[in-house]
């Protein structure tokens, strides 16, 4: 089946595992990502400002893309992609005076009917393929593994965006149940990962990084398994600092959860694109026996 | 712009039919002939182009000009030697914009994203408005190329922008204050050293070139009468359109 798939500035440059784990997984079930054929920014961040429409351009330009392509949906995985996309998707089918005057400006482009679809590749698979599918396309299951999922915050806030309960959320731990792998309970799963601070003050994600990692864990999981880049970078490749200023500090692998995804299917091991995770994540899928 | 009003007291020589049209040279009504183009109407009006004009052919990007025309709100930018006049236009031209070149030497940078974060990092506050777009005189898609860049794409972004001519239009327009015609070269120049394969073919004629093994053929043609000059440079070969067949040769091959 032929997905429309947003990819993101960052799934070309430094989360390229995430991007090459989610392409090779998706193939195994079934879903063809296909590349938006033109697309730009996400825009990043979504604008809260009520009278701001230019940051909005970014986002409803990709999705007038996604229509010009023939899509009614489109796939995205970055959480921050995710989240501004939808957002202003959602913007623009609650205020059709704003709709009009933004197609108004864009005026080089045809004008943007509001109903596709912004999807993230967790709801997509949960939707459209349903856990028990997942569960008989798996090869390698996951088992014996100690998962603990991060959501971050773009996943589950807003309201109007978020892809399940905001303080309780369980479908990514869903997806990594039916793939056999043993989920921990993590009480920290929503919390903040310090974002942008990590150029400007890099200490309040070094703490940030020491409490999630260390909690994470006490609580008794080998990995923690999460779907944002930013975060990923903060609580990833942040350690390094981490163990610099808290000696004490364990490190642990961090991975996207398409990686893991790409293992249990039976995917190909370069696909996962490990190289680029700091913390690496093979000696303790060795140790499970979930890799050779 | 620099230019001048030329007082003269040439009387024009025109058909007695000729239409004339007004337009509004930085805000002055002048009569000019309809089938001028802006540059030329400028002239006509009686300015003398000290700036602002180049090639007269549409490549240099000297000749910018911003206009609006009757009835339509939209802020419209075209080179004057390539656009023609209509009735009720308002324009002035923008010889130069102002923007930041960084300067670099090419063998220490790479096309990366992080060397556009060095030279050029306003790039990324490019919101994707797309008025550089709309101000392009070339029809250039900017803002896809500064998403191409903002990806990291040297390639796309190399082949999007590889007609600009620099006149700064898209830079002057940006509302995120991008320099976009600079960055843009900056891919160009890092695409075209350290991504595309050399040519090996141009290597080898500079090299040709350099061993003066051209001399004796231009000196054989500084003495030939002009009259077989004419004779030779009408009967020259060329390779027939549209240069399809690589192995192609002409039939006197001692030049190649």
């Known amino acids: 089946m032929e997905v429309s798939y947003f990819p993101g500035c960052t799934l070309k440059q430094t989360a390229r595992n995430f991007e090459i784990s989610a392409i090779s997984s998706c193939k195994l079930l079934g879903l063809d990502l296909t590349e938006l054929s033109r697309w730009n920014c996400c825009g990043t961040v ?68 509001p109903d596709v679809e912004v999807y993230h590749l967790v709801t997509y698979i949960k939707e459209r393929l349903g856990y028990e599918k997942v569960r008989e396309l798996v090869k390698q299951p996951l088992t014996g593994l100690k998962v603990a999922v991060y959501y ?12 399940d309960d905001r303080e309780n959320p369980m479908i990514m731990e869903d997806l990594l149940t039916a793939l056999g792998a043993e989920i921990i309970d993590y009480p920290f799963s929503n919390e903040c990962c310090g974002s942008y601070h990590t150029l400007g ?24 398994v999460l779907s944002c880049p930013e975060c ?37 091991l370069e696909d996962c694109g490990f190289e680029l995770n700091y913390i690496d994540p093979l000696p303790v899928l060795r140790e499970k026996g979930i890799i050779k | ?24 040279i930085m805000g002055k009504r002048y009569k000019v002939p309809a089938t001028l183009t802006i540059q030329k109407a400028i002239e006509w009006a009686g300015f003398q182009f000290l700036r602002g004009c180049g090639c ?14 009757k009835d339509d709100y939209k802020l419209k930018i075209g ?50 408005c797309n008025t550089c777009t709309k101000a392009c005189p070339m029809d250039i898609e900017v803002m896809q190329y500064i998403a191409e860049i903002i990806k990291g794409d040297y390639k796309k972004a190399a082949e999007l922008s590889s007609s600009c001519i620099m006149c700064g239009m898209c830079a002057a327009r940006c509302p995120a204050e991008l320099q976009q015609f600079n960055v843009a070269m900056f891919v160009r120049r890092m695409y075209g050293r350290h991504v595309l394969p050399k040519a090996e073919h141009l290597q080898k004629r500079v090299k040709e070139i350099n061993e003066n ?27 027939p359109e549209p240069y399809e067949d690589p192995n192609w040769q002409p039939k006197e091959t001692k030049y190649l």
């Not at chain 1, 913007?91 to 400006?105: A, H, S, V, Y």
């Not at chain 2, 007082?7 to 239409?19: E, I, V, Y």
């Not at chain 2, 006049?85 to 914009?97: A, C, K, N, S, T």
Request: net charge negative.
């Open chain 1, 232 to 268: 990923d970078f903060n609580l990833d490749h942040r350690q390094k600092d981490t163990l610099e200023k808290y000696p004490n500090f364990q490190t642990m692998p961090v991975l996207y959860f398409t990686q893991l995804l790409n293992i249990a299917l039976g995917g190909n």
């Open chain 2, 213 to 239: 093994k051209y001399i004796p053929f231009l000196d054989e043609l500084g003495e030939i009468s002009h009259d077989e000059l004419v004779e030779r440079y009408k009967s020259r070969e060329w390779q």
């Open chain 1, 201 to 224: 003050q890099k200490e309040i994600v070094l703490n940030r990084t020491n409490k999630l990692i260390t909690e994470a864990r006490r609580d008794g999981a080998d990995v923690l």
């Open chain 2, 56 to 69: 007269r052919g549409g490549i240099c990007g000297a000749c910018p000009t911003i206009y609006r025309t």
């Open chain 2, 79 to 128: 080179l004057a030697c390539q656009t023609v006049v209509e009735d009720g236009m308002y324009l002035v031209q923008l010889p130069f914009v102002p923007a930041q070149k960084s300067e670099y030497h090419i063998e220490d940078e790479r096309p990366t994203i992080a060397a556009i974060e060095k030279h050029y990092p306003e790039t990324f506050r490019c919101v994707q």
């Open chain 1, 46 to 113: 979504y604008s809260l400002s009520t009278d701001d429409s230019m940051h909005h351009l970014a986002p409803i330009r990709n999705l007038i893309r996604v229509q010009e392509d023939g899509f009614k949906e489109v796939v995205t995985l970055c959480s921050m992609c995710y989240n501004t996309l939808k957002q202003a998707n959602e913007l623009m089918k609650k205020e059709p005076d704003r709709l009009k005057k933004m197609n108004d400006f864009m005026y080089r482009e045809e004008d943007y009917i």
């Open chain 1, 152 to 163: 971050g915050c773009l996943l589950l806030r807003p309201d109007s965006i978020k892809l």
């Open chain 2, 1 to 24: 712009m620099s230019a001048e009003l030329k007082q003269s007291g040439d009387k024009p020589n025109l058909p007695p039919d000729t239409k004339m049209i007004e337009v509004f």
